[in-house]
């Protein structure tokens, strides 16, 4: 399938993306879907189903995120799960000596 480009306006052209970008992101989700039918197959195979092997108990949805450890005294709606990066709130009670226990849920 050989489409010479030189002959295409440019309205052609941007067509010609819009359309190859929406036949791309079909391909996409097709590929995705059988990709996890081969996977609940092989893992079918094996005496179990894929949530069972990849933890995941919701379709479709990512797994609970992580119960928080430490809240800030001063605004208890701000709280942080002991992982990644450190808010500021927790920073700076730390620099002023606050002992990391004290601000544990």
Known sequence: ???????????????????TEKALKDAEV???KEAKMAAEQAAAKFGFSLSELTGSTVK????????AKYANPKDASQTWTGKGRQPQWFKEAIEKGTDP????I
């Open 1 to 19: 399938m050989a489409i010479d480009l030189t002959k295409m306006t440019r309205k052609e052209l941007e067509q010609l993306q819009r359309d």
């Open 30 to 32: 097709r590929d995705r």
């Open 60 to 67: 479709g949805r990512a797994k609970a995120s992580a119960v």
């Open 101 to 104: 226990k004290k601000l544990e």
